[in-house]
């Protein structure tokens, strides 16, 4: 499980390459033609609303970000649990990471 730490307000991109597979055979996702979206559950796993953006960075080799604003992630509901979402175009659904989802953890600066 990825692990990463924000302060509370921050909004510097939040970047993170999919993979598929995992251990030494994972190979990075090809975004290429789909649709990201992001999954995001606080610390009682109730999801959060977000005004930020989740979006393909390269495609060809899994790249994405998320561009919280400040109101996005407050310090009371961290833990968050993250996963990313790509979606086809005949709507089949892939979750990544692959196991555990991302696990980001908000301060108060």
Not at 84 to 93: A, P, Q, R
Request: charged share 25%; no cysteine.
């Amino acid at each position: 499980m990825t692990t990463r730490y924000l302060g509370e307000g921050e909004t510097k991109p939040i970047t993170a390459t999919l993979y598929d597979g995992d251990g030494p055979d994972r190979t990075a996702a090809v975004l290429t033609g789909l649709t990201l979206g992001i999954i995001i559950r606080d610390r009682t796993e109730a999801d959060v609303p977000v005004a930020g953006k989740a979006s393909i960075v390269t495609a060809l080799s899994g790249e994405v970000k998320f561009e919280p604003v400040a109101t996005d992630f407050k310090a009371a509901g961290s833990p968050y649990r993250v996963t990313w979402t790509v979606t086809d175009g005949s709507g089949d659904i892939a979750w990544y990471p692959n196991k555990w989802p991302e696990q980001w953890i908000v301060r108060r600066p």
